[in-house]
């Protein structure tokens, strides 16, 4: 069998777009000899053979034959019951190969179908629009612009809410026991794997931020520390909050600079037994070494390779992991061609921390816990109805939690006085029209007032400062 790497833009769309695979440990595409090979003429399979000649010779009406197949094939698949297995027929393979080319407009949600619907399976690209709305992951897609999701094809519904830059889409979501509207207006995703600063307050240490693990992004980071050094930075915050993932080679590279050399970054697997193990090595990493203290920031949406990232650093190199347990995505994929340009994507093995532990569903756990407020993680409010004194919901109770957090005193579920005085307070300080009503225009004020208070004062980011100046 013949492998080749997969490409990192048919790696980054089907992360951000397509979305039935996780994470960057898709890592190489198999060619089609090996299904070329197969034939129904294993006995295994005479069910299969009997049942499509069956179908052929006794169906009331002509069916198909190519019908039967990529059914049995997409069976064969959901029957795996795994969200990051699947197959995509010829039509849908070529939907996914046109979205590649370009730049890529849509809202930048990775989705995968749970149940019978589409579940946002991980953190929305930073700086998206999904993340400027607030979507999060396990949210619940029940409509599309008013039509409903459950039963339909996974490429179907992207295909519904991808567009052209500046069109807007209505999405219906379910997360947790409540149910939400949000409009969401279409952009090109940034693709930016990584950004960096000094610290304002503390000019001796460097933040990086890192969004995926993207095609160079070991270089990028290389090259951030490097610039990081000569500004004064002698220790490093590394976050990887809200990272789906990336490539499997850049976060074994960009380990391996933290760990000293034969120190083990990760481990792979297949049931109980160990397949194979990644460890630190000039090969690796050329040799470019970071002694300085580090910290690194995780959260319950850093994914794959920030898990691989973290794990590695926390067992490895004793480096301090901050903030919330994990995603928990432990499996690694691969793609597979058939000769007529169809797809199979599927789980082919299982990845494991250096001391061996699979993370898979349970996430990589903490040095230090910390956690941003609870309001961070309330659901948008919405742009399509107004909210007025008199309302009584839970999206009133949420508008009033927002309120006290940027420092009115709102509570409950109820609109009152309390809650049109608080709006319009807000309004005379926002230079917006003081009607004590909540509109799109308001609450699009607020939301982003919230946010920036949730920047300023991050509590994670603030523990880690706290770490490196002790």
């Known amino acids: 069998m013949k492998n080749k790497k997969i490409?990192?833009?048919?790696?980054i769309i089907s992360l951000?777009?397509?979305?039935?695979?996780?994470g960057g440990l898709v890592y190489w595409v198999t060619t089609s000899e090996t299904f070329q090979s197969s034939s129904f003429s294993r006995n295994d399979l005479y069910k299969v053979h009997a049942l499509y000649d069956d179908i052929k010779?006794?169906?009331?009406?002509?069916?198909?034959?190519?019908?039967?197949?990529?059914?049995?094939?997409?069976?064969?698949t959901d029957a795996l019951d795994d969200p990051y297995t699947s197959y995509l027929g010829k039509k849908d393979a070529k939907k996914f190969t046109d979205s590649l080319s370009g730049d890529f407009e849509g809202i930048g949600a990775t989705l995968t179908i749970v149940d019978d619907l589409p579940e946002v399976s991980e953190a929305p690209v930073k700086d998206s629009p999904a993340e400027k709305a607030g979507l999060r992951a396990n949210d619940k897609i029940l409509k599309v612009n008013g039509k409903k999701t459950k039963g339909k094809?996974?490429?179907?519904?992207?295909?519904?809410?991808?567009?052209?830059?500046?069109?807007?889409?209505?999405?219906?979501?379910?997360?947790?026991?409540?149910?939400?509207?949000?409009d969401i207006k279409r952009d090109t995703i940034p693709l930016e794997s990584l950004k960096y600063e000094i610290d304002k307050k503390h000019p001796a240490i460097g933040s990086i931020e890192i969004a995926s693990f993207n095609e160079n992004t070991a270089k990028e980071l290389k090259d951030a520390i490097k610039s990081l050094r000569k500004q004064g930075a002698k220790s490093f915050v590394i976050d990887v909050r809200q990272n789906p993932g990336g490539y499997l080679d850049q976060v074994e590279e960009m380990a391996s600079m933290f760990l000293k050399n034969g120190k083990t970054i990760v481990q792979f697997g297949t049931d109980d037994e160990i397949t194979?193990?990644?460890?630190?090595?000039?090969?690796?990493?050329?040799?470019?070494?970071?002694k300085e203290p580090t910290a690194v920031l995780v959260d319950k949406q850093s994914a794959s390779a920030s898990e691989i990232f973290a794990a590695a650093l926390k067992e490895s190199a004793n480096v301090p992991i901050i903030g919330t347990n994990t995603f928990g995505k432990g499996t690694v994929?691969?793609?597979?061609d058939f000769s007529d340009d169809s797809e199979v994507k599927?789980?082919?093995q299982k990845w494991l921390t250096p001391k061996g532990e699979w993370i898979n569903e349970k996430g990589v756990k903490p040095t230090i816990e910390a956690d941003r407020p609870d309001y961070a993680y309330l659901p948008p409010l919405p742009k399509d109805?107004?909210?007025?004194?008199?309302?009584?919901?839970?999206?009133?109770?949420?508008?009033?939690?927002?309120?006290?957090?940027?420092?009115?005193?709102?509570?409950?579920?109820?609109?009152?006085?309390?809650?049109?005085?608080?709006?319009?307070?807000?309004q005379n300080k926002h230079d917006l029209k003081s009607t004590g009503k909540v509109t799109e225009e308001t609450s699009t004020a607020i939301e982003q007032s919230v946010v920036k208070k949730i920047q300023d004062s991050d509590p994670v980011y603030k523990k880690a400062i706290e770490e490196l100046t002790k």
């Open 7 to 11: 490409s990192f833009v048919k790696y």
């Open 16 to 22: 951000v777009v397509v979305a039935l695979i996780s």
């Open 57 to 76: 010779e006794n169906y009331y009406e002509d069916v198909d034959s190519n019908k039967l197949v990529e059914g049995a094939l997409k069976g064969m």
């Open 153 to 182: 094809e996974l490429s179907s519904v992207v295909q519904t809410i991808r567009g052209k830059k500046g069109s807007t889409v209505k999405l219906e979501v379910e997360r947790d026991d409540e149910t939400f509207e949000v």
């Open 276 to 290: 194979g193990k990644s460890k630190a090595s000039e090969k690796l990493d050329g040799g470019f070494k970071v």
């Open 333 to 336: 994929q691969s793609v597979s």
């Open 346 to 348: 599927m789980t082919v």
């Open 385 to 426: 109805k107004e909210l007025k004194n008199g309302d009584q919901s839970d999206t009133v109770k949420n508008l009033n939690k927002f309120l006290q957090a940027l420092g009115y005193e709102t509570k409950g579920d109820q609109f009152n006085e309390q809650t049109k005085q608080a709006v319009k307070d807000f």
